[in-house]
């Protein structure tokens, strides 16, 4: 569209912040700074100390609000990065679109800090391109306008404990409701991966979705095809490990959404999920959810392998397709209907995710070898050759998750676990920046964050 011939309406800017923000004051809110993490606020009390503002951001106010403990601290600062590696000397910088910087702490601890941004990637300035290139410095209400979600475009202050909000986030905290940052429809065009993360806030938190978001996520949904398969990828992950992947499922069949990712399904799934195959999804996704939500140390963590996941999201497909459970084959024919397998694996997920064929191969044996071991379930005395195979302990794993969804025992609750690392300092370095990463910065010597006093060399490696 030609700029002349544009209304008044076109030309104004997307969005028009008020004058002032609504300040929550300390009394208005649950947050007080013993809730905060003792290194993020090391990271705030610096920064005001160096002159510098600073506000805890996103998801760590909306948690910490709601009474939960936040899985990260993310900070926002005026500050650049340039002045931010001065500052704090166990740093790095990372990011090619817009640079953040890491800052680390001992036992691996990473606290997120970036340069509050500019909206104006978001005027009518530009085109209705994915992801217009644009990494300009902002202020705070720019920055809180640029952000997806309202309930996560909060920002809390140190010196005066206040919370600062410019889109009616507390408010919608206090209803329930999920809604996108301004126009929804020409944010989602702007970047179509906030449909997946508006649907799985709203999973997560068991919040309402506000109608002209939801309207714009259905309208709008088939524009996801648009980002990158590893973006959208990524963001399967986190909703699948979230902890609610059924309620996100629920959500993204009503949104429709689940069939711009998985088209295979529109045959099978009906709106209420209602059918055998949305039956079978639900339930399988219910066991992932009971596992990652068992209460646990925070030195153990959930990590089930994401083919995995894959597999059982495909798996009611797969069944429809091929009726795995009630196959009994050997020899010749027992390969012959992998390859179908792997052909189905195929179709079903097609490129939109960018997989590996190593993880195809892996879940096509998750899924050839589903019928040997339901065969065998009752005796307990699987073939040796079967407890041979190197991925015995993956398929068993496998089929126990399934077994639990059909209505058998429960699984283990370490079936996944792993222990995580604790004070092993050497496992903190990361490699010169500008080396292979592609951040494009410069190497600087003096200021790695490792530290370890021991004379060893990387992972424990001798040092030359």
């Known amino acids: ?201 709203a999973a997560r938190t068991g919040f309402t979705m506000e109608p002209v978001t939801r309207k714009a996520i259905i309208a709008n949904r088939e524009k996801l095809s648009l980002c990158p398969p590893s973006r959208i990828r990524d963001e399967l992950f986190k909703d699948l490990r979230s902890g609610a992947s059924a309620s996100w499922a629920r959500l993204a069949i009503e949104c429709r959404l689940f069939f711009t990712l998985f088209p295979g399904y529109i045959e099978l799934l009906t709106a209420d999920s209602g059918s055998p195959a949305g039956e079978l999804l639900m339930k399988l996704l219910g066991v992932v959810d009971r596992l990652y939500t068992l209460p646990r140390d925070e030195s153990v963590r959930v990590e089930m392998p994401g083919y995995m996941h894959l597999t059982l999201l495909a798996l009611p497909w797969i069944e429809a397709r091929f009726g795995l459970a009630g196959k009994r084959l050997k020899g010749p024919a027992q390969y012959h209907f992998s390859r179908e397998i792997r052909a189905g694996i195929d179709e079903f997920f097609g490129e939109r995710f960018n997989l590996t064929r190593m993880a195809r191969e892996s879940m096509t044996t998750l899924l050839v070898n589903l019928p040997v071991f339901d065969q065998h379930a009752r005796s307990r005395n699987r073939p040796a050759w079967v407890r041979k195979k190197s991925y015995y302990r993956d398929c068993l794993r496998f089929f126990q998750l399934y077994a639990e969804a059909m209505g058998g025992p429960p699984v283990h609750g370490d079936i996944f676990a792993v222990k995580v690392p604790a004070g092993d300092e050497r496992f903190f370095r990361f490699p010169e920046e500008g080396g292979g990463t592609g951040n494009g910065s410069r190497s600087r010597k003096g200021v790695r964050p490792a530290f370890s006093k021991k004379k060893r060399g990387i992972f424990g490696l001798r040092s030359s």
């Open 1 to 201: 569209m030609n700029a002349d011939n544009r209304s008044d309406k076109e030309k104004a800017p997307l969005f028009s912040p008020p004058v002032k923000p609504v300040i929550i004051p300390e009394s208005g809110h649950p947050i007080r700074l013993h809730n905060l993490d003792k290194e993020a606020l090391k990271v705030l009390f610096r920064l005001r100390d160096a002159g510098f503002a600073g506000y805890l951001v996103g998801g760590g106010v909306r948690d910490l609000y709601m009474g939960k403990r936040p899985k990260d601290f993310d900070i926002s600062t005026d500050a650049r990065p340039g002045q931010l590696r001065k500052l704090f000397r166990n740093s790095r910088t990372i990011g090619r679109r817009f640079r953040l910087v890491q800052i680390y702490f001992r036992g691996g601890k990473i606290i997120e800090v970036s340069t509050l941004r500019s909206q104006s990637e978001y005027d009518l300035e530009g085109s209705d391109k994915v992801l217009p290139s644009n990494n300009t410095f902002g202020t705070l209400p720019e920055d809180a306008l640029r952000r997806d979600l309202t309930i996560n475009s909060l920002f809390y202050e140190i010196e005066y404990n206040t919370i600062i909000d410019y889109v009616g986030g507390v408010q919608d905290l206090d209803q329930g409701i999920i809604r996108i940052v301004g126009d929804p429809d020409r944010r989602i065009t702007r970047d179509p991966v906030r449909m997946m993360r508006a649907v799985r806030h």
